[in-house]
């Protein structure tokens, strides 16, 4: 199973990413999905995650400004980012469970990294 996140950049204060994850390899099913972020110095935090039935759960810091979808035909997840502020810039990372077979239980399996920079 591999994540392959895409999206981030270089964009100012106040503008808008989107960020991408697809899920590939053998797949029975996927149970949750979210944002991770990990500024330089801090630990990594969740920022958005949304379960199979679309059920959201955000940080406090993005709430309002941030939204996380998903594509289950698609096996992608998303996350629209708007309003970006500084404290934004991060590494972003994708995670999601995934049940590999109806024998298999839950793993967590990670995307590689996608830098945000937000500064004018």
């Known amino acids: 199973v591999q994540l392959q996140a895409s999206g981030g950049g270089l964009v100012q204060p106040g503008g808008s990413l989107r960020l991408s994850c697809v899920v590939s390899?053998?797949?029975?099913?996927?149970?949750?999905m979210g944002w991770y972020r990990q500024a330089p110095g801090k630990q990594r935090e969740l920022v958005a995650a949304?379960?199979?039935?679309?059920?959201?759960n955000y940080a406090g810091s993005v709430k309002g400004r941030f939204t996380i979808s998903r594509d289950n035909a698609k096996n992608t997840v998303y996350l629209q980012m708007n309003s970006l502020k500084p404290e934004d810039t991060a590494v972003y990372y994708c995670?999601?469970?995934?049940?590999?077979?109806?024998?298999?239980?839950?793993?967590?399996?990670w995307g590689n990294g996608t830098q945000v920079t937000v500064s004018s």
């Open positions: 995670n999601a469970e995934v049940r590999r077979g109806r024998d298999y239980g839950d793993v967590d399996y």
């Open positions: 390899g053998r797949i029975f099913s996927i149970n949750d």
């Open positions: 949304i379960a199979n039935g679309g059920i959201t």
